[in-house]
């Protein structure tokens, strides 16, 4: 047996690797880059990159148009994850009802906006919230509602990307929301009958308790990603109306890619990493504490 | 009293399935726009009201995507991609979560918990350092520049080692008796009993390329490398073209995967229940 000590290290080595080059490494490079002045100059000769300890960071602090995608992504966040798990889990439990009919052509239906592409969907809600020629404001007008003009209002802007995302992903924890509810004994919902409960105290007594544990991740989950929005604001409004959907990821973009100020985009990366560790160690702690 | 239970449970289920027919039809109407969108002449779906059919079928907007913007090409990149990116990481994934499995080595768990608490890393934050590092070695605007950095992936690698953690020692332990070699052994043994779970990753990891944006946009600045995505947006950043031209643009990007999902549903929806994560 001896003899085999490399082997699982060979079966290793392409993945960790590949992994080391270009995951690890450049995780450590980005923290060094956040401080120095790493910029357009810098890219043709190292030596023009200096450290400048915290400086990238102290900028940030005072730099508006940070603090905007800040607020925009935690309003995208605080809004548009709850929305999102509200409506999946409400489209779980319609879909486990037993009255229901027809459950994998609705399933299935739910679920196609998750496996499309993002950029395409992107690109058909743009023209779906038209002002004038949109079906959005068209359908609203027919139930006796004034249309917006959505994405070129800085207040309804967010809003609907909002839509988009809730429109896009709710399938995807409705699944998982689904799995959970299934996996509820059905001696709970016979006890709570038993015990003369209605619809509504089964489903706050024995469905929200049974569900807290996948709630929690779900929701988690749903933060985590919400965080790195990008592709819906690059494509539908380029953070505009008045930076009014400028997101953390997307100024990290511009900053990086458009103005090459590699250091200062650096310091936004960590940041964004600062605040999707918080949240994951929250899931952690909170999920030890129930284990325990 | 009878009557009365009878007639309540009716309501609720005629109730129920007018519900949930209105959510799929707020759920489809998108894509049903975006395809009656796609064959429709130039300027009919900029009218007031707005148009859910067009007036007469054309394939015109298809012919000018493929004759005069290339998209054959650009599908043609987001297909390359999404293959080679599919069948490189199922090899180089699968050789690693049978290591993590089926091997006892002393690096074993340090290394497994390392790789899974960075899992939390958000890839944005190795952005522009992988950037610089393609650029230079060259990869820039290259298909290695997409299919090198993703070769390996945390999660793939768990995936596969949980399957694999129910394979019995005895198959393996019969095989080394006969003098199989460790490579036959993952080649002719584990492989083949693994085919569900592989299927499942190949899916993901497919769907996931196919659909990625950030990482194309960044390696690919050329427009004959362009994929669909990054087609599709630079398409609407440059001038304002024609809503039926992007619809059938939306059209041809969203089919493949699709399609691809229509015919393995069954192994997508086994990989989120074994703890799925978003592309």
């Known amino acids: ?292 | 009293m009878k009557t009365n239970k009878f007639f309540r449970k009716y309501s609720a289920m005629i109730g129920l399935h007018l519900v949930m027919i209105l959510i799929s039809f707020i759920t489809l109407l998108p894509f049903l726009w975006m395809l009656a969108a796609s064959f429709m002449k130039s300027g009919e779906a900029s009218s007031f009201p707005p148009r859910f059919l067009p007036s007469e079928f054309t394939l015109a907007q298809y012919q000018f995507l493929f004759q005069r913007l290339s998209l054959g090409r650009f599908f043609l990149n987001s297909l390359i991609l999404a293959v080679s990116v599919t069948f490189v990481s199922l090899f180089v994934n699968s050789l690693a979560g049978y290591a993590f499995a089926k091997f006892s080595f002393r690096a074993k768990r340090p290394l497994f918990v390392f790789l899974l608490s960075s899992m939390i890393i958000p890839g944005q934050v190795t952005m522009l350092p992988v950037f610089l590092l393609l650029n230079k070695l060259g990869l820039l605007n290259t298909y290695f520049g997409i299919i090198i950095p993703g070769m390996a992936s945390i999660f793939g690698i768990f995936l596969i080692r949980q399957y694999l953690q129910s394979v019995p020692d005895s198959l393996i332990e019969a095989a080394r008796i006969d003098g199989a070699r460790d490579f036959a052994i993952y080649w002719r043994i584990i492989l083949p009993l693994a085919k569900p779970v592989l299927v499942t990753l190949a899916l993901f990891t497919f769907m996931g390329t196919w659909n990625d944006f950030l990482w194309p946009l960044i390696v690919m600045t050329k427009e004959e490398m362009y994929t669909l995505p990054v087609a599709l947006a630079n398409l609407l950043g440059e001038h304002t073209p024609d809503p039926e031209l992007m619809m059938a643009g939306s059209v041809i990007t969203i089919l493949p995967v699709l399609i691809v999902f229509m015919l393995l549903q069954k192994y997508y929806i086994q990989g989120i229940m074994l703890g799925g994560v978003k592309e």
Request: charged share 10%; aromatic share 20%.
């Open chain 1, 1 to 292: 047996m001896h003899k085999k000590i490399y082997t699982p290290y060979f079966f290793l080595a392409p993945a960790l690797g590949t992994l080391l080059i270009f995951f690890f490494l450049p995780v450590a490079a980005a923290f060094l880059m956040s401080f120095t002045d790493f910029d357009i100059y810098s890219l043709g000769n190292l030596q023009r990159a200096r450290f400048i300890l915290f400086g990238n960071y102290s900028q940030l602090l005072s730099d508006p148009l940070f603090w905007k995608a800040l607020a925009n992504t935690f309003y995208f966040v605080i809004v548009g994850g709850p929305l999102t798990i509200i409506v999946s889990l409400l489209a779980a439990i319609a879909l486990n009802s037993r009255l229901l009919y027809f459950r994998n052509w609705f399933r299935l239906a739910f679920f196609m906006p998750v496996v499309t592409t993002l950029v395409a969907v992107a690109v058909v809600w743009r023209y779906l919230y038209h002002p004038r020629f949109g079906i959005i404001n068209y359908l609203l007008s027919q139930i006796g509602i004034q249309g917006v003009d959505w994405l070129g209002d800085p207040h309804w802007a967010m809003p609907a990307l909002i839509l988009l995302a809730v429109w896009k992903n709710f399938g995807y924890h409705m699944m998982i929301f689904l799995a959970g509810l299934q996996a509820i004994p059905d001696y709970l919902y016979e006890a709570a009958r038993i015990d003369g409960a209605g619809w509504w105290r089964q489903f706050v007594h024995v469905t929200v308790p049974q569900l807290a544990p996948t709630t929690f991740f779900v929701t988690i989950m749903t933060i985590i990603g919400y965080f790195q929005f990008f592709a819906e604001p690059y494509v539908m409004t380029q953070g505009g109306p008045l930076n009014a959907t400028l997101s953390i990821v997307l100024y990290l973009y511009q900053q990086g890619f458009r103005w090459w100020r590699m250091g200062y985009a650096s310091a936004i990366a960590f940041i964004l990493f600062i605040i999707v560790f918080f949240f994951a160690m929250v899931q952690l702690s909170l999920r030890k504490r129930g284990e325990a």
